[in-house]
C-alpha cells in the first residue's frame, strides 16, 4: 500500500502563486508516477501534471502548460506542484495521486490517492 499526504493547499490573490505537495509513504519503492489532479463540484476530475518518479519526466495538461510546473524530490517521496499567475477558475480541490505502472500519466486510472487539498483563489 502506498499512502499519499498533500498539503499547501489555501487561499490565494488571483495572480499569485501556491505550491501544493504531496508526500508519498508505504511501498514507495512500487510507484512509477506521481500525478495530480483537481476537481470542482459536479465535474469529473482533470489532470493537471504528472511526474515519473525515477527519471523525473513531466506531462502537463495543455490548460496549465507555461503556468504550472512539477517536480519531485525522490529522496523525499515528494512531488511538488508548482502553480503560479493563479485565476478564479483554479478554485478546486487538487489530488495527489501514485500509479505503480507505466501507463498514460493524464487518464486517471491511478492505484493510490491522496485525499485533496483546497485551492482557492480570490479577486
Known amino acids: 500500500q502506498v499512502q499519499l499526504v498533500e498539503s499547501g493547499g489555501g487561499l490565494v490573490q488571483a495572480g499569485g502563486s501556491l505550491r501544493l505537495s504531496c508526500a508519498a509513504s508505504g511501498r514507495t519503492f512500487s510507484i512509477y508516477t506521481m500525478g495530480w489532479f483537481r476537481q470542482a463540484p459536479g465535474v469529473e476530475r482533470e489532470f493537471v501534471a504528472a511526474i515519473t518518479l525515477n527519471s523525473a519526466v513531466p506531462f502537463y495538461a495543455d490548460s496549465v502548460k507555461g503556468r504550472v510546473f512539477i517536480s519531485r524530490d525522490k529522496n523525499k517521496n515528494t512531488v511538488y506542484l508548482q502553480m503560479n499567475s493563479l485565476k478564479l477558475e483554479d478554485t478546486v480541490v487538487y489530488y495527489c495521486?501514485?500509479?505503480?505502472?507505466?501507463?498514460?500519466?493524464?487518464?486517471?486510472?491511478?492505484?493510490?490517492w491522496g485525499q485533496g487539498t483546497q485551492v482557492t483563489v480570490s479577486s
Open positions: 495521486a501514485a500509479s505503480t505502472i507505466n501507463r498514460d500519466p493524464r487518464s486517471s486510472d491511478y492505484d493510490y
